[in-house]
Structure formats: structure tokens, C-alpha cells
């Protein structure tokens, strides 16, 4: 499973590359739930939130649609 949504994420990453940022899968886990780590600028970057909703999870849910929710543990949720 992790290397669908790593294929998944593929799909965003030159975006995310392009702003100096990335993105790391560290799990998913039974209950299909996608665990992030956001790196680079979106770490800090205060438009973050956006990037996992409108982007990444939008994404993978689109790719993988077993996939029941994505969460960056580094973010803060709004």
C-alpha cells in the first residue's frame, strides 16, 4: 500500500518540489488511514493546511479510493 501512495504522491510532488518542499510517507495504517510528513518549506509554510486538503490528500484519495483519510503529523490541524 505504501508504494501505491507513493506512486500517488508522485503525481504532486514536482509542485511541492517546485516550492522547495516534499512529502514522506511513514504509514499507513489498517484502517487506511495515509501518515505524512510534510519537509522542506511545507513545514513552515502557513498555507500547509491547503497544500494536504486541496492537494495531497485530494490525490491520493482520487488514486487509492480505500483510502480513508490523510494526516500530515507534523501539521497543525485548522
Same mark, same amino acid.
Given at each position: %500500500? #505504501?508504494?501505491?501512495?507513493? &506512486? *500517488? $504522491?508522485? !503525481? #504532486?510532488? /514536482?509542485? $511541492?518540489? *517546485?516550492?522547495?518542499?516534499?512529502?514522506?510517507?511513514?504509514? +499507513?495504517?489498517?484502517? %487506511?488511514?495515509? !501518515?505524512?510528513? $510534510? %519537509?522542506? &518549506?511545507?513545514?513552515?509554510? /502557513?498555507? =500547509?493546511?491547503?497544500? %494536504?486538503? &486541496?492537494? +495531497?490528500?485530494?490525490?491520493? !484519495?482520487?488514486? #487509492? /479510493?480505500?483510502? !480513508? =483519510?490523510? #494526516? *500530515?503529523?507534523? +501539521?497543525? /490541524?485548522?
Amino acid at each position: %500500500m #505504501i508504494e501505491r501512495v507513493t &506512486a *500517488a $504522491l508522485d !503525481k #504532486i510532488r /514536482p509542485f $511541492l518540489l *517546485a516550492d522547495g518542499g516534499d512529502v514522506k510517507v511513514l504509514e +499507513v495504517t489498517k484502517d %487506511m488511514v495515509v !501518515k505524512l510528513e $510534510l %519537509m522542506g &518549506a511545507c513545514e513552515t509554510c /502557513p498555507m =500547509s493546511h491547503m497544500t %494536504m486538503t &486541496a492537494g +495531497v490528500e485530494e490525490v491520493i !484519495k482520487r488514486e #487509492i /479510493p480505500e483510502i !480513508k =483519510s490523510v #494526516i *500530515a503529523v507534523n +501539521v497543525e /490541524p485548522v
